[in-house]
């Protein structure tokens, strides 16, 4: 029988070898069936590098650009996706930044363009509009430095899907072409400085044919027609200077989503005041509408109230009332957040699959030397979708090491101009890199803090959307740089305590939307750490202060200084260890336990701290302890 195994087995080895062969000569001629990139692109592609002063490192001069340019993307030997998210310019470049773009009217196969974080300081051109490829159906210049007027026919190519200018300093009328486009899909012009009323248009297609309209944040005033809202289905004009709507009802409903806050709209909640609203349409040589009160008011759900501290005194009745409130309220966000986790628990097994998953460790994942020309670290683009279920996914680790240079010159020498705050490992800098995307800088005195190599090794080690990216660092003498992605909405805190503008004496609130995102954010986190992550890890300092925001208001988790693998518990029950960790922490143990129960338990202190408002929590433990006790 043992001859006969091992002849099927040189059976086997044979065939494997002659497959092996068959495919190496077959591999030779897929070079033929590549086709080469055309030359107009190529001249097109080698125009831009010169116009934008694109670093070699980037775009390499004598390499494919199809193989080894960043964010070029061919198909059938053209063109088809061009992404300058993330390049860098070279000094000559940088110096002599404009809108020099004109090579793109030779990639006639372009279907994306991205520039997003990339700048281009200057007015779109002219050409912009009809010179465009006719298969360009996404353009993406959010961020971008752009300035002056719209051009009346920038959408006069007419196949484009998605325009997103937002973040720009473009002045001026919307014009009316842009609507005349019919595949268009996705307008986001906001946080210009646009003004004008809204450009009359009629619409005769069907109902939502857009998915979003966003002009948020400029200086428009006037009317809002049916147009604009038959047009698309969701219609951002947040904080303007709108006083009618016309033929239309804007309250939330089935058909799609109007948010209009911060305008001048009469009998609407969370509207501009009067005064302010007068005061703009006087220095526009215009006045305002007498609206009268609508009798189908403007509705559009209320901020959570911030709660008063309890008092002490003859109205203890009443602050009973309120606290039990608050206790009530506090349990139940409390429960359904044991219960998320719980669920993802029973959902890791019910997958059964290994506890590593949603980690990609890679020795690719880790670069040293000088800046990597893979690293991309401008990632928001329509032209990329979401994964299919929707969940959090983790991505690949790309480390990048920086010169002290140019953090330096990024921080502005780290000076108190640019420092955010004194962090809990060391102090933390707000920076702009040449290329003009802001990030964040921790500077570690290694001589007083030894925390710094357990964040960096789990950094390195591990990626999550809804973990703080480390973007790259450096070591110099008995210092530490730790370069993080720049999270606009600053923290928790800052998010929810932050003076109001208008108010002096009030604190700003987020809607009840906007907290319930963000402890679940919170909540896909401490999955993560817990339940994909082998051995399980804890953190150890979940506080209002580590959770991070960008500007959409999604949570990345920082402060991970503290974070350690989770120590055995025996058979305990769940709520005894929870006891059991908040105990430990009263009797000044030497640092937080290393328990998962106790991130659960500061969980709930982020999530009370959510919902009444409150700069703090401290006032409301005594009365748990009394309750658990």
């Avoid at 969370?270 to 609203?277: S, V």
Wanted: hydrophobic letters at 40%; aromatic letters at 6%.
């Amino acid at each position: 029988m043992l001859p006969r195994c091992r002849l099927a087995a040189g059976a086997a080895f044979s065939c494997l070898l002659v497959v092996l062969l068959l495919r190496a000569v077959v591999a030779q001629g897929p070079q033929q069936q590549q086709p080469a990139l055309a030359r107009q692109d190529v001249a097109a592609l080698h125009g831009l590098r010169a116009s934008l002063g694109v670093r070699a490192t980037d775009w390499p001069a004598r390499a494919d650009p199809c193989a080894a340019w960043r964010g070029v993307t061919c198909r059938a030997g053209r063109v088809a996706e061009l992404r300058l998210s993330g390049l860098r310019r070279t000094r000559a470049g940088a110096r002599s930044a404009a809108f020099a773009v004109d090579p793109l009217r030779g990639l006639t196969a372009l279907e994306a363009l991205n520039a997003s974080g990339f700048p281009l300081p200057g007015r779109i051109p002219a050409w912009f509009g009809r010179g465009l490829p006719p298969s360009l159906g996404v353009v993406d210049l959010r961020s971008a430095r752009v300035n002056g007027e719209l051009q009346t026919d920038l959408g006069a190519s007419g196949n484009l899907t998605t325009l997103v200018l937002s973040g720009n300093n473009l002045t001026g009328p919307i014009p009316a072409s842009l609507f005349s486009i019919p595949g268009l899909r996705v307008l986001d012009l906001s946080s210009n400085n646009l003004t004008g009323p809204l450009p009359s248009v009629s619409f005769s297609g069907s109902y939502g044919a857009g998915v979003s309209f966003n002009v948020s944040g400029n200086s428009l005033y006037g009317a809002i027609g049916d147009a604009i809202r038959k047009r698309f289905w969701v219609v951002d004009v947040s904080s303007n200077y709108f006083d009618q709507a016309v033929g239309i009802g804007i309250e939330n409903g089935t058909d799609g989503t109007v948010f209009f806050r911060m305008n001048c709209f009469s009998g609407a909640a969370n509207q501009r005041t009067r005064g302010d609203c007068e005061a703009f349409y006087t220095r526009n040589g215009m006045r305002l509408a007498d609206v009268p009160e609508l009798s189908s008011p403007l509705l559009e759900p209320q901020p959570p109230p911030v709660l008063p501290m309890p008092s002490t005194g003859k109205r203890g009745d009443k602050w009973k009332h309120i606290l039990a409130g608050v206790l009530g309220g506090a349990a139940i966000v409390v429960t359904l957040g044991l219960g998320a986790l719980v669920f993802c628990l029973l959902r890791r097994r019910g997958r059964r699959r290994p506890r590593t998953r949603g980690v990609e460790q890679t020795e690719e994942g880790i670069r040293s030397g000088r800046r990597s020309s893979s690293v991309n670290p401008v990632t928001m683009s329509p032209m990329a979708s979401p994964g299919a279920s929707g969940s959090p996914k983790s991505v690949p680790i790309v480390i990048d090491d920086f010169t002290y240079e140019q953090l330096h010159h990024a921080t502005g020498g780290f000076g108190d101009d640019n420092l955010i705050n004194h962090g809990h490992s060391g102090d933390m800098y707000h920076g702009v890199l040449e290329s003009g995307f802001e990030v964040v800088v921790k500077k570690i005195d290694l001589k007083s803090s030894k925390k710094c190599q357990g964040e960096l090794n789990f950094l390195t080690k591990h990626s999550h959307r809804r973990i703080v990216s480390l973007l790259g660092h450096l070591a110099k003498d008995e210092e530490q740089l730790l370069v993080y992605k720049y999270m606009a909405k600053g923290d928790l805190t800052t998010a929810l305590h932050k003076k109001s503008v208008e108010v002096e004496e009030g604190l700003r609130s987020l809607d009840w939307i906007t907290r319930l995102k963000i402890a679940i954010g919170v909540s896909e986190a401490l999955c993560f750490l817990h339940d994909e992550c082998s051995p399980p890890l804890v953190h150890r300092n979940i506080q209002a202060s580590s959770v991070l925001l960008d500007d959409k208001f999604e949570v990345c988790l920082g402060s991970l200084s503290e974070i350690c693998t989770q120590q055995s518990q025996g058979s305990q029950s769940f709520f005894s260890r929870i006891l059991r960790s908040s105990k430990s922490l009263d009797k000044n143990t030497s640092g937080p336990p290393a328990s998962c129960t106790y991130d659960v338990y500061c969980f709930g202190k982020v999530l009370i701290e959510l919902i009444t408002g409150n700069l703090g929590v401290s006032w409301i433990l005594p009365l748990l302890w009394m309750k658990t006790t």
